[in-house]
């Protein structure tokens, strides 16, 4: 009779041990989070394009006016709360929530792998169009964090295609002699598209993902 109690003890301590194994490494969203760098009230719009040649995160724009810092700092933990080291960047990746900014490929990944304390960030500029005022989700591994982030993106590649054409002029075009405001073409934002929209979508024709 000791010995099955024994014996079942063993058993389930064998069971919980492998449970733990099996958590350790693995990331949990659960245990996971994301921050914005920023932590006022307002939203942050982020200017993008195609080539990497956008807007850092630092140099993001506050709805209403003035920059901010949106920089996300991500943590990836595992089941158990512990962080996890060396977690390559390319399975960290930021989306729009609804699908308005689209990225290049690889082009919204984390800006490293993550570190010791199983921190990595977004701040590099990324490579994406389209435009989205929608908060912004962190997946990790194609899972996503429950909370999301007050920043929205914006991009002379309007149509969110890849590369910035005579097409997004034509959008632009349509929404600058429009009577409703659009904001995909308020590319210099400030709540206005007007002509100082035009320089900068000037300046980017050409630009396409890598």
Wanted: charged share 10%.
């Amino acid at each position: 009779m000791v010995l099955r109690k024994l014996m079942g003890i063993f058993a389930i301590t064998l069971i919980v041990g492998a449970a733990s194994l099996a958590m350790a490494g693995v990331p949990d969203v659960t245990q996971c989070s994301a921050t914005r760098a920023y932590t006022g009230p307002e939203g942050t719009v982020l200017f993008n394009v195609p080539d990497g040649n956008g807007n850092p995160f630092t140099a993001a724009v506050k709805v209403g006016g003035g920059t901010a810092d949106a920089t996300i700092t991500l943590i990836i933990r595992d089941g158990a709360g512990l962080p996890i080291a060396n977690y390559p960047s390319e399975d960290a990746w930021i989306e729009s929530a609804d699908g308005g900014m689209v990225a290049c490929s690889g082009g919204a990944t984390a800006d490293f792998s993550t570190d010791v304390n199983g921190e990595t960030r977004f701040q590099n500029a990324l490579q994406a169009g389209g435009a989205s005022l929608a908060a912004t989700v962190v997946l990790i591994n194609g899972n996503a964090l429950a909370n999301t982030l007050p920043i929205g993106y914006n991009s002379p590649d309007i149509d969110g295609s890849g590369a910035v054409n005579l097409t997004d002029v034509q959008l632009f075009a349509g929404d600058f002699s429009g009577t409703s405001y659009m904001f995909r073409s308020d590319i210099w934002f400030d709540n206005i598209v007007n002509l100082s929209d035009i320089p900068v979508l000037a300046a980017s024709i050409g630009a396409a993902c890598p």
